[in-house]
């Protein structure tokens, strides 16, 4: 049947009055639910084959107006302070948008896909084609391979798992992150016109409680908070997802998902710009792994100022020096942190190590 605007509507507007009837029973309710809590499943399925999506992360303030006080006082009007980079970022996430990310994700499959963060001086892409698995930023691009063990400080493979597992909120609201987590279901009942789902580890820790809305029309349920819980089983914070609606003919996705700031230290939300189908040859154009010379269909022309290549599992690398690249030695551990640093999935975990690691310090 094709897929129509028309269709689309009706669904949504049946949502509503479908979410109250409790037409189904609770053991419906953990029958959808299980699939998405299966900790075998591959944590990359969260999107459909041959899908183009973009969407924003967005982070606010999450300190204290005294910490921002401080930080401002200690960097005063000195331009080479080493907080200034932190006062930058909180000035940002205070301003009245936040601080926006804009992200893009092509996938394929599972050894096919692209991600992409970031404007163009700024930018932190990664993807995997067949056996070339690559990250690309404006400081250097690194390039190895899925059969070769990743190189110190460039798990990328990881880093796309924890990219997709941010953007899961807006696909299943969180759940392939409870999956990860051992946590199953405990208990589900019913609370005003929604399902009340406990999920916890086989130990009785680390608990979390989901509200579903189940939808009749859908046949299925959508999850509009997802909130941890403190050992006396109260709130201690969490996710609300809202704006569900039928985007692709096989593609449910909110368009937004925010966190309250309370779990984990950071107020984050992942927003919804654009999802569309594309073909398989658009996704292999966009994860071949970048070369100079070559246009990138993101970037643009290129040129790389260190070049790291793992593909043979042992590290080469070469900087560049005037028009040419130059191996450099980086045997020893001090040489590869200062030449590599550390790629970590998500640079919304990059920004919360930085600013509490700044925040710390003496004036």
Known sequence: MRFTRAVKACVLISMHGAASAFAVDQTVVEKWLQPFLDPKADPRSVLPPNTWIAFNLVTRSSISDSDFVALQQRVGQKPDHPDRKALEIEQARRSPQGSVENKQVWFGSS??????????????????????LWTLSPQRFVWTSPKVKPLEGHDIATAFTMELEGLDYLVTGGLREAARLGQTIQSISQEGSSWKVILKRADGSLARRLIVEWNDSANRGFISENMHLDQAGKDAGGWRISGWSLRLPNLWMASSASSDGRWGGGKYEFQLVKVETVDEA???????????????????????RTFIDGRSGSMEVSKRSAENMVRVDASSPSDRLRLFGWLIGGSVIIGLIALRAWLRKPG
């Open 282 to 304: 658009k996704i292999k154009e966009m994860a071949m792994p970048p070369q100079e010379g070559r246009p990138d269909p993101v970037r643009g022309e290129l040129t790389f």
């Open 111 to 132: 050894s096919l896909w692209r991600a992409c963060t970031g404007a163009q001086s700024s930018f932190l892409d990664f993807g995997e084609s067949g056996n070339d």
